[in-house]
């Protein structure tokens, strides 16, 4: 599709939803809809930097998902693993840089490893920012960023009256710009405790398909949608920029 009379949201969200029940419904372990979401997610995401996207930042395991089946977890980080390695390599061969957000707490030493020499290896990257969510809460993130600025107030680092919205962005897991529009597939309409400071003003899209058949001819629907937005961030004059 063709974008120049678009406007492309600088920063998008997306929460992967869908995987497990998509592999169901085709008669397929859960674990096979992961591995088909993972190729989604490297198809759509080189997608959305070819056509000029900034930000991308995806939800891809929360601190809640712990809770899952032993199983799934377990091959879960053993797919990340494997991924971060092969998939990911081509956000770095186009120049992007992937950046990580959440806990390192309770993600094997293979996995650190391998995100590290990512984010290493992309740091000077500046066609986009790959913002991958894992281990992630918004809520955490929040209470993380609080403890944070607690710790620079007690060093007399930081002037406590200076706080603001702005200085308070600092402390979240990586700096990064507000998410203009936020994408759930399969239809669940809730937000899920991601990236809870960023969404305060951002569109929101729920198509009800499945994340693995959520193909470049959705993300081009999703744009459309996003340009029937009127944004106002609270005032009167409507903007989409």
Same mark, same amino acid.
């Given at each position: 599709m063709d974008y120049s009379n678009l406007v492309l949201p600088k920063h998008i969200g997306?929460?992967?939803? $869908?995987?497990?029940?998509?592999?169901?419904?085709?008669? #397929? /372990?859960?674990?096979?809809?992961?591995?088909?979401?993972?190729?989604?997610l490297r198809e759509i995401g080189l997608y959305a930097f070819s056509k000029g996207l900034n930000i991308l930042?995806?939800?891809?395991?929360?601190?809640?998902?712990?809770?899952?089946?032993?199983?799934?977890?377990?091959?879960?980080?053993?797919?990340?693993?494997?991924?971060?390695?092969?998939?990911?390599?081509?956000?770095?061969?186009?120049g992007v840089k992937v950046i990580f957000s959440g806990r390192r707490e309770n993600l094997s030493l293979k996995l650190l490893k391998t995100m590290d020499t990512l984010v290493k290896d992309t740091e000077n990257n500046k066609n986009g920012i790959l913002n991958?969510?894992?281990?992630? $809460?918004?809520?955490?993130?929040?209470?993380?960023?609080? #403890? /944070?600025?607690?710790k620079d107030f007690i060093e007399n680092t930081i002037n406590i009256d200076d706080l603001n919205e702005q200085t308070f962005k600092?402390?979240?897991?990586?700096?990064?710009p507000e998410i203009d529009f936020l994408i759930r597939t399969s239809g669940e309409n809730r937000i899920s405790n991601?990236?809870?400071?960023?969404?305060?003003?951002?569109?929101?899209?729920?198509?009800?398909?499945?994340?693995?058949?959520?193909?470049?001819?959705?993300?081009?629907?999703?744009?459309?949608?996003?340009?029937?937005?009127?944004?106002?961030?609270?005032?009167i004059k409507w903007n989409r920029e």
């Open positions: 997306i929460i992967i939803d $869908g995987n497990g029940r998509w592999a169901v419904a085709h008669g #397929k /372990k859960r674990s096979y809809g992961h591995l088909m979401g993972s190729k989604r930042s995806i939800f891809a395991f929360s601190t809640e998902n712990f809770k899952r089946a032993k199983e799934e977890v377990t091959y879960l980080m053993d797919l990340f693993a494997k991924n971060f390695k092969k998939e990911l390599n081509s956000f770095k061969e186009k991958i969510c894992l281990n992630y $809460g918004g809520q955490s993130e929040i209470i993380d960023g609080i #403890k /944070k600025i607690n600092k402390y979240l897991y990586n700096e990064l991601f990236m809870l400071w960023q969404l305060a003003y951002a569109e929101m899209y729920f198509p009800k398909i499945h994340w693995p058949d959520f193909n470049t001819n959705e993300f081009d629907k999703a744009i459309l949608e996003y340009n029937k937005r009127k944004r106002r961030f609270g005032g």
